[in-house]
C-alpha cells in the first residue's frame, strides 16, 4: 500500500489558492473513501474533507466549507484537494487518507490508510 503526496502544496499567500494531489497504489482505489485532513503545529490532527469511492457524495469541516473542493479520478487512483482564499491558519501538514468505510472517514474521522504528510504555510 502507498500513498504518494504529490507537491501542491508548500509556501502559499493568503488569498491565494492551492492544489494537492494524492496518488495511490495498492490498494482498489475506486472501492476506497477517501479524505484529507491536516494538522497544524501544537495542535490536533483534524479532518478537512471526505470524497465517497463512486465521487458523488462529498463532506467538508466547518473551517473550510465554502473555500474547499476534493475530487477524485478513479482512472488515475488519485485524490484532490483544491483550497481557495486561503488563510494563515491553513497552515499545517496535509495528509490524505482512505478507508473502506464511509462512516469512518467522513463522520468518526479516521482512516485505516494514510499517506504521508506534505506542508503547506500560508503567509499573510
Known amino acids: 500500500l502507498r500513498f504518494s503526496c504529490r507537491r501542491g502544496g508548500g509556501l502559499a499567500q493568503a488569498g491565494g489558492s492551492l492544489r494537492l494531489s494524492c496518488a495511490t497504489s495498492?490498494?482498489?482505489?475506486?472501492?476506497?473513501?477517501m479524505g484529507w485532513f491536516r494538522q497544524a503545529p501544537g495542535k490536533e490532527r483534524e479532518f478537512v474533507a471526505a470524497?465517497?469511492?463512486?465521487?458523488?457524495?462529498?463532506v467538508f469541516a466547518d473551517s473550510v466549507k465554502g473555500r474547499c473542493a476534493i475530487s477524485r479520478d478513479n482512472a488515475k487512483r488519485t485524490v484532490y484537494l483544491q483550497l481557495d482564499t486561503l488563510k494563515p491558519e491553513d497552515t499545517a501538514v496535509y495528509y490524505c487518507?482512505?478507508?473502506?468505510?464511509?462512516?469512518?472517514?467522513?463522520?468518526?474521522?479516521?482512516?485505516?490508510?494514510w499517506g504521508k504528510g506534505t506542508q503547506v504555510t500560508v503567509s499573510s
Open positions: 495498492g490498494i482498489t482505489f475506486s472501492t476506497y473513501h
Open positions: 487518507a482512505g478507508d473502506g468505510i464511509w462512516n469512518d472517514i467522513a463522520v468518526r474521522h479516521n482512516a485505516d490508510y
Open positions: 470524497i465517497i469511492s463512486g465521487g458523488f457524495r462529498t
